[in-house]
């Protein structure tokens, strides 16, 4: 079934048939092996944001592959400060793509986990109140917790004074959470790349110029480039490109 603007294939294998749930499904689907994919929406001409928020650059299309993507990873991963910035709710899907998850033997609901350095985060923010998986928290060993964060949510510390990420990311597998989605913010993406993590980034390049002060995807420390291959590139009939960049 197509659902509101179609979404059509320009590579590889142009298509001028619309693409439905299944093959969009497809296009984005589960990898082999444990994978970190990262999910973003920009102007044309850079912007992570319009008025302060991702939502003025998001469309029907964007929201379609963004609920996609949640229905087929294990584990949502967010910066704190994205969470409270935009005001994250639970995460929770409606009963067909969980119908979609229990056929493919996953929990109805990927798990929730939030990286914070200052565990500046708000117990009953329901995204913790309200989850219906229990969330993870990615520390270090130093944070002290508000009251209440332990009893809506699991921590997990590192050895060190600062957040380690990939030490984090090798206890979500451990935990079974292997094929990982992270929104954002920037700051969490820039240290995922700079640390080599990051395996794919999905981005949706929405047609307008935002014009000079949005900050970009990515932001923090410099760090060396690294090559990701283009997989496919997906347009919607309201002018919004689709690109899936992954390793090999």
Request: net charge negative.
């Amino acid at each position: 079934m197509n659902v509101g603007i179609p979404i059509r294939r320009l590579w590889p294998q142009p298509s001028t048939e619309p693409l439905d749930d299944a093959e969009l499904t497809a296009l984005y689907g589960r990898a082999d092996g444990p994978r970190l994919r990262v999910n973003f929406v920009a102007s044309l001409d850079g912007a992570v944001t319009v008025d302060g928020y991702s939502a003025g650059l998001s469309g029907e299309p964007d929201k379609r592959v963004f609920g996609l993507l949640r229905m087929v990873c294990d584990a949502l991963v967010v910066a704190a400060g994205t969470l409270r910035h935009e005001g994250y709710r639970a995460i929770r899907l409606d009963e067909r793509r969980r119908a979609w998850r229990r056929e493919h033997g996953l929990a109805e609901y990927p798990t929730l986990v939030v990286v914070s350095g200052s565990l500046d985060l708000d117990p009953a923010q329901a995204a913790f109140a309200d989850a219906p998986t229990r969330p993870i928290v990615l520390t270090h060993a130093e944070a002290e917790p508000p009251p209440g964060l332990v009893d809506v949510a699991d921590l997990v510390r590192g050895d060190s004074e600062r957040i380690d990420l990939a030490a984090g990311l090798a206890e979500l597998h451990r935990r079974g959470l292997t094929q990982l989605l992270c929104e954002g913010g920037p700051q969490l993406f820039g240290a995922l790349t700079a640390a080599d993590l990051v395996d794919e980034l999905c981005l949706t390049v929405a047609p307008l110029l935002a014009g000079p002060g949005p900050g970009r995807i990515t932001s923090g420390a410099e760090a060396p480039p690294r090559h990701l291959p283009l997989r496919h590139v997906l347009a919607a009939d309201d002018g919004v490109l689709l690109l899936r960049h992954a390793r090999r």
